[in-house]
């Protein structure tokens, strides 16, 4: 059995009791260019396929009920994944939607 061992500080408040995955958004940005950036598409399929993978994986090992992003946990600070990202179908491809 593949274990998780590596930890992070990925969401302030949730970061004992939950997983996280961080899809990178090309470029060198300040947080500004950053947070444009997220507005546009920025996966590539590889990036897309692997955190789907990833993501079902643990939800298989771990009995994981639920998915949310940054921008729920911490709605005042975190504005992450973005418009760029495609939430819906993530959530749907991950098993997690209907």
Request: aromatic share 12%; proline share 4%; net charge positive.
């Amino acid at each position: 059995m593949k274990i998780d061992r590596n930890g992070a500080y990925h969401a302030k408040g949730f970061n004992s009791g939950s997983l996280g995955v961080e899809f990178l958004v090309p470029g060198i940005h300040t947080y500004a260019t950053f947070v444009a950036a997220m507005k546009k598409k920025y996966l590539t399929k590889a990036q897309y396929d692997a955190g789907v993978e990833l993501v079902r994986d643990w939800k298989d090992r771990h009995g994981i009920t639920s998915i949310v992003r940054h921008s729920d946990l911490s709605p005042d600070r975190k504005v992450d994944p973005g418009k760029g990202f495609p939430w819906e179908k993530f959530v749907k491809d991950t098993g997690f939607g209907g």
